[in-house]
C-alpha cells in the first residue's frame, strides 16, 4: 500500500464505481427527507445512496412517526410508500393537507401498481418514484420538489409579511365619534 501525501485514500464511495464522489462542502445545505415505509432495508439502501448527495433521509413507519418526524426536521419531502404500516399513500396526503401544507410529496410504488395510482395527481402528490429506483432521476426528482417547497415558503412568508405591512381596517366609530 502506497503511504504519503499521493496515496489513494479509501472513501465510503469505493464500493460504487456508478457513483461519482462529490466531495460536500461545510457550506452545503442538506435537503430533508422523511421515508414512510414499513420496509427498513429499503430505507437504509436509500439513506446510504441519497447520503453522499446531499439528501438526509429519516425513517417513519408511521403517520404519527412521519407527522413528528416533518414537524422535527422541517423536512421539504415526504417519500411515502404505497401502503404501510397504518395506512396508505392517500391517508398520508391527508395528513399533510391538514398539518404540513408545504411539504410534497413522491409516492414510491412498483409498476404493478400502475392501475391504483391513476388519481395520485389529482389528491396532490407531486411525482411517482418508479422501483427498481434510477437514482439520478430520484435525486433529480427530489431535489426539484424541495426547491418547489422552498419556493411555495419563501412566497408564503412573503404573503405574510405583505398583509402586516397593510393598515388596519378603520371602523365608522373612530370616523366619527358618537355617530353610531
Known sequence: MESGPRAKRRTRGDFMPNQPLRKRQP????IDCVVLTSFRSEF??????????????????????????????????????????????????????????????????DPVDKPFLRDLFNRGACGIVWKPFQFEEVRRLIRVVHEASKDRRALQAKKSSHLATLPEPTREEDLAPGLS
Do not use: C, K
Open 27 to 30: 457550506t452545503d445545505p442538506y
Open 44 to 109: 437504509t439502501f436509500l439513506r446510504n445512496v441519497f447520503g453522499r448527495s446531499g439528501i438526509r433521509m429519516h425513517h417513519a413507519e408511521s403517520l404519527d412517526q412521519a407527522d413528528f418526524l416533518l414537524t422535527v426536521t422541517e423536512s421539504t419531502v415526504l417519500l411515502s410508500d404505497v401502503i404501510f404500516v397504518d395506512g396508505s399513500w392517500q391517508h398520508a396526503l391527508s395528513v399533510l393537507g391538514d398539518s404540513h401544507p408545504l411539504v410534497t410529496m413522491l409516492v414510491i410504488a
